[in-house]
């Protein structure tokens, strides 16, 4: 890890009004389109959770990819959405080859959400391979979705930066082949040095958010609280992210923000439900309040 890193901004509602999300106008075309790409026979909730967030963060038109076998299933708990049923492994994991199924799909949307749920590293790995490279961006990676960069740091190159990971400490420790514990003892430096290895802006998640861009700009969020450490709140996080982004938001802008909103509905629903004990399906539905709050 670098020595020496830039002092981090630490991320308040004055810093967010100062750096206004983009307010478009007209209709649904006008926020934006997002492609949510995920899940697998077990873990469609993952994909669930990431459209409805992406969708309260202010994206205008939904689509989500997920495994043939729970694509119905997805199509009924999400009206809002089109639904495209992908081929998946005898163990109900997306294959690699499910890319040449949505390429028409991903290239057309605004933003590209891909990961949340995903199972099997080797056909994840294999789907991204083969997807990437016939995108330009803005694109999202998360959690699985990241198994392309880590296996090759500069397979985002061609995007030229409009690319945000949003991983949790172990997976940035994957991302970078280190132990986690070094990550963990240095979270800040970690996230720096993935954001300049893969040119993309990387936001991590934890009790401390950090997200950096790849031109060295660092940013602290201290949000959120223990009530965050749950099953699905990750999902929710990276469609926020993936719903601004679609909505126009420059990748850091979306990162920072996308952390806020996520630590923010975190509290709000702290204070109403109790510190821990809420759900990651209760996150979304406080996004929208939340960034009004920051906008007054």
Not at 245 to 250: H, I, P, Q, W
């Amino acid at each position: 890890m670098p020595p020496s890193r830039p002092e981090p901004a630490l991320v308040t509602p004055p810093l967010l009004r100062g750096w206004a999300l983009p307010e478009p106008t007209g209709g649904k075309e006008a926020r934006g389109s997002i492609l949510v790409i995920g899940g697998s026979s077990q873990t469609l909730g993952a994909v669930l959770l990431a459209a409805e967030a992406a969708l309260r963060a202010g994206a205008g038109k939904l689509q989500v990819a997920t495994a043939e076998s729970v694509a119905p299933f997805a199509a009924t708990a999400l009206p809002e959405a089109l639904v495209q049923a992908l081929p998946q492994s005898d163990s109900g994991a997306i294959l690699a080859e499910a890319a040449d199924v949505v390429r028409e799909l991903a290239e057309a949307a605004d933003a590209v959400l891909i990961g949340p749920g995903m199972q099997d590293v080797e056909e994840t790995q294999g789907f991204g391979d083969r997807l990437l490279p016939h995108l330009r961006g803005p694109v999202a990676l998360d959690a699985l979705g990241l198994a392309s960069v880590t296996a090759d740091v500069d397979c985002l190159r061609h995007l030229d930066a409009r690319v945000v990971l949003t991983p949790n400490p172990t997976e940035l420790a994957i991302a970078l082949h280190v132990e986690q514990d070094e990550v963990e003892d240095d979270p800040s430096a970690a996230t720096l040095e993935l954001a300049g290895r893969a040119k993309a802006a990387v936001g991590l998640g934890g009790a401390t958010a950090w997200i950096a861009a790849p031109d060295g700009r660092l940013w602290r969020d201290d949000s959120g609280g223990a009530g965050l450490g749950v099953s699905g709140s990750g999902d929710v996080r990276a469609g926020i992210v993936a719903g601004l982004l679609a909505r126009g938001a420059e990748p850091a802008q979306a990162a920072v923000w996308g952390s806020h909103l996520h630590g923010r509905a975190g509290e709000r629903l702290a204070a109403t439900i109790g510190r821990l004990g809420f759900l990651a399906r209760e996150l979304p539905y406080q996004i929208p309040a939340v960034i009004d709050d920051i906008a007054i």
